[in-house]
């Protein structure tokens, strides 16, 4: 399995992006995915997740704001990012969780500065 994640960028605060990781192989729908972070000198933090069957969580810094998803028919999970602040610069990775099999992708820059 390889993630791919896309749709960073530089936003001004009060901003939207949604970032996208699509998800090579077979075993996606069946798997629980998540969205991480981790902004230069922390360490990588849990922001959202959503089980197989559609379960989400997420993050208290980010509830309100912030909302994933997933398409089953395209291998995808999604992070729709709304009223975005400077503290959530950092690179974002998603995550496939699939039994005792764990899978990151490559991360992707989020810049939130005026």
């Known amino acids: 399995v390889q993630l791919q994640a896309s749709g960073g960028g530089l936003v001004q605060p009060g901003g939207s992006l949604r970032l996208s990781c699509v998800a090579s192989?077979?075993?996606?729908?069946?798997?629980?995915m998540g969205w991480y972070r981790q902004a230069p000198g922390k360490q990588r933090e849990l922001v959202a997740t959503?089980?197989?069957?559609?379960?989400?969580n997420c993050a208290d810094s980010v509830k309100g704001r912030f909302t994933i998803s997933r398409d089953n028919a395209k291998n995808t999970v999604y992070l729709q990012m709304n009223s975005l602040k400077p503290e959530d610069t950092a690179v974002y990775y998603c995550?496939?969780?699939?039994?005792?099999?764990?899978?990151w992708g490559q991360g992707t820059q989020v810049t939130v500065s005026s």
């Open positions: 995550n496939l969780k699939f039994r005792k099999f764990d899978a």
């Open positions: 959503i089980t197989s069957g559609g379960s989400t």
């Open positions: 192989g077979s075993i996606f729908s069946i798997s629980d």
